[in-house]
């Protein structure tokens, strides 16, 4: 069983930090590129930044220069480094990650259920 599992949400104080972490678990062969998603209150999901399988990194307009992306490929596991966070950054993350799993090395696309980031004073 493969999965993908969000921590470091919470709620932090407009211009703090967080850091979020995605792990993935399970019959992992390669992990391909990988993205942070969120959707607010009341919106649809959108596009934060992704990363390559050698370290390509892409930004949203709204986040640049605030959030970072990184990877550790010996962990399989992925980061958002989160600074200056404003109260529109409130959402659910996700984690999405282009997979190779399992002994016939299927593809797929896989999501985590999401952690709750609440910027708020």
């Known amino acids: 069983q493969v999965q993908l599992v969000e921590s470091g949400g919470g709620l932090v104080q407009p211009g703090g930090s967080l850091r979020l972490s995605c792990a993935a678990s399970g019959s992992v062969f390669t992990v391909n590129s990988m993205a942070w998603y969120r959707q607010p209150p009341g919106k649809q999901r959108e596009l934060v930044a992704t990363?390559?399988?050698?370290?390509?990194?892409n930004y949203a307009d709204s986040v640049k220069g605030r959030f970072t992306i990184s990877r550790d490929n010996a962990q399989n596991t992925m980061y958002l480094q989160m600074n200056s966070l404003k109260p529109e950054d409130t959402a659910v993350y996700y984690c999405n990650a282009d997979l190779l799993v399992g002994p016939f090395r299927y593809r797929g696309e896989f999501w985590g259920h999401g952690t709750q980031v609440t910027v708020s004073s």
């Open positions: 990363i390559t399988s050698r370290d390509m990194t």
